[in-house]
């Protein structure tokens, strides 16, 4: 049987791929969840689930950190809220500074906060106090991201966080599930390859369409 990237794609498309995830969290309807997405590829699986879960829509804005020499090698990542993960492993076999850290930190920060308000266009954050939060992306592979939107999202104290992704490598799920209180994804293929690999259409999400999709506009 083949396994990971020799098997091709999983989903036709992030609607297939949305509802496939949807139907693993079924648990949660009933709850009025807070469904976050990941732009810009994890808002429109969020939304889809927060409908099919009759939750709320929302987004958290995470930004990768790359390394000095570059920058789609993500050595960490953070949110617009301030959350950070940063890949201990990476930094130290690379030999990257502190100095540099921080200030791609900085920089990723600022650019982190100016999206959010973007897509946000003056809606307030969503007090989770008492709330399931859920968070969904297209797809997990290192995690960098994820790792650093559930933190910003673990501080402000959902009764329960939940990681959920059609598809994650292995090791990246394991991960998480060290810091959510669930990891939901219906597919850990081995070896993962790039999270485009496991759909047949995997279209660049514009930053319009994002803006549409959090406003309600379809």
């Given amino acids: ?3 990971g990237i020799e ?3 999983l989903y036709q498309d992030r609607a297939e791929a949305a509802a496939s995830l949807a139907s693993s969290l079924t648990k949660y309807r009933g709850r009025h969840p807070v469904v976050f997405g990941i732009p810009r590829g994890g808002v429109p699986v969020a939304a889809e689930i927060a409908r099919q879960l009759d939750g709320q829509l929302d987004v958290v804005v995470a ?3 790359g390394a000095p020499f570059s920058e789609e090698l993500a050595i960490g990542a953070v949110t617009a809220e301030g959350g950070r993960f940063l890949n201990e492993d990476i930094i130290r076999e690379l030999g990257i500074g502190s100095d540099y850290i921080e200030r791609v930190t900085e ?3 600022e650019e982190a906060r100016a999206r959010e308000r973007t897509f946000r266009q003056g809606r ?3 007090d989770l106090k008492g709330r399931v939060a859920i968070v969904v992306d297209d797809g997990l592979a290192t995690g960098a991201t994820m790792r650093a939107a559930v933190r910003a999202i673990r501080a402000r104290q959902p009764a329960e966080l939940v990681v959920a992704v059609p598809v994650g490598a292995r090791e990246a799920c394991a991960a998480l599930r060290n810091e959510a209180d669930a990891v ?3 597919s850990e293929p081995e070896p993962f390859g790039a999270v485009g690999v496991y759909y047949r259409h995997f279209e660049p999400v514009p930053d319009r369409r994002v803006r549409e999709i959090l406003a309600g506009e379809g």
């Fill in 63 to 65: 930004r990768k950190l």
């Fill in 1 to 3: 049987m083949l396994t």
């Fill in 7 to 9: 098997a091709g794609p």
């Fill in 124 to 126: 307030p954050p969503t």
């Fill in 107 to 109: 920089t990723k920060l």
């Fill in 184 to 186: 939901v994804c219906p």
